[in-house]
């Protein structure tokens, strides 16, 4: 069972609606090629759902050319654009018709699974022989901007509101749907010009049994997340395994991103519990792949992953649910969006701690956990920590909560206060050591003063041991000639004594004589 959009795909240009002048450029560009000229290549750029793969299609049918598509769910790296596009780009196909490329979303070949994938497309397009298409969303993605020299750039528009709701009423006609005319132009207005969604969202309403004007209300406006809306009924409403696994070919989300939003939305639309568990059961072993994408960086385990996760989950349910679900937004990516800042936090500690330990995050990891107890357990201890990993107060608040961190942060304060105290006394202490030492170093210096100062003082003292030596020269004289006096008169004293002792001796001669 085709879904809708595939079953009303139109099969020539005059039934596809809008970009009439696009559709008139088409048709002189491949005419071009039939006479045997070589024009460049055409890039279609336009939102999703504006028709730029249907227009292909429309013109390759109109022409008689056979369509060699390569999407984004196909491996776009070198190889695999040499294999297949580069062969097709030379030849014929058996049937002696030619070939017409398509190659869907350029703008989303990058990263190591399309690796030189634009620069093998390059090649192919200098050597090509048959017509290439091009599709992209933006045509200014950094990712194909070394293309663009080699290709036409062709704009589309968004489908007109009024072209919407034409489709729209011609497939209720041949569905013999029950829905008036005001339901339908509602649709068409929440399209935003997209009519791939508009097309899903009638096809939804309809397996829901509510095509009401107040069910239409509640469909989302077409932003980002409108294909995964788009593929969501799809998966959850169908039970044919062909159209669950084509439901994800037009969705701009990684596989890793749509599990979130099926998980999310699975208890929603299914009701018995076994339902919900086998869907589950699927849903577990698709993120067991992802896990071994991730690990061995080998994207084909992704083709795994999304049949398991789309009719895997599509047929665990035993019939279709016709009623209409509100699918909402995954609560893990609120949550992911409301934890960023603390996340980003948490990052900046294990960096601080892995620099200071020399380890990787996952160790650190465990650092951060010992931390987390010590700060329960002993505040001191968890508070030496922090401040030697340079622990903010704002991350510390965020890694063990407000109160534990003002109790971590108070012991730390009184810490430092006393360090500083010390630090005080230390440096006073030093201050007079060193006032001590200054003035031991400046005695020696009054007596050794530089030579010139030394010179100076020795000619002065001179000068004065020569004034002494004039003041003293007079009485030195004073007291040669007392001397001399002195010594005379002890002659004299002498020479009286002997004269007594003579006279005294020639007495006594006198009388012993008479």
Known sequence: ML????????????DVVGNDKVKEKLKTWIESYLKGEKPKPILLVGPPGCGKTTLAYALANDYGFEVIELNASDKRNSSAIKKVVGHAATSSSVFGKKFLIVLDEVDGI????D?????????????????IILTANDAYATSIRSLLPYVDIVQLNPVPTTAVYKVLKKIAEKEGLD???KTLKMIAQHSAGDLRSAINDLEALALSGDLSYESVQKLPDRRREANIFDALRIILKTTHYGIATTALMN?????????????????????????????????????????????????????????LMTAGVALSKDEKYRKWTPYSYPKIFRLL???????????????????????????ARFDLQMLKILAK????????LVDYFEIKEDELKVLVGDKLASEILKILKEKKKLEKKKKKEKEKLEKEEKKKEKAKEEQPQLITQPKKVEKEIKVEVEKKEEVKEKVVEKPE???????????????EKKKEKKKKEDKGKQLTLDAFFK
Do not use: C
Request: aromatic share 8%; hydrophobic share 30%; no cysteine.
């Open 3 to 14: 879904s809708w959009v595939e079953k009303y795909r139109p099969k020539s240009l005059k």
């Open 110 to 113: 990058s990263g190591k699974e």
């Open 115 to 131: 690796a030189g994938g634009v620069s093998e497309l390059i090649k192919v397009i200098k050597k090509a022989k048959n017509p």
């Open 179 to 181: 829905v008036d005319d």
């Open 251 to 307: 969705v701009d989300e990684t596989p890793d991103v749509v599990i979130e939003w099926i998980a999310e939305n699975v208890p929603k639309e299914y009701e018995k519990p076994e339902e919900v568990a086998r869907a589950f059961e699927y849903l577990s072993k698709a993120d067991r792949y992802l896990g071994r994408v991730m690990r061995r960086q080998n994207y084909g385990f992704w083709k795994y992953a999304t049949t």
């Open 337 to 363: 969006t409301k934890t960023k800042a603390e996340r980003e936090i948490l990052g900046k500690i294990l960096k601080k701690i892995g620099e200071k330990t020399h380890t990787s995050s996952k160790r």
């Open 377 to 384: 357990e002993n505040p001191e201890v968890a508070a030496d």
């Open 477 to 491: 004289v004073k007291d040669v000639k007392e001397k001399n006096e002195q010594k005379e008169t002890k002659k």
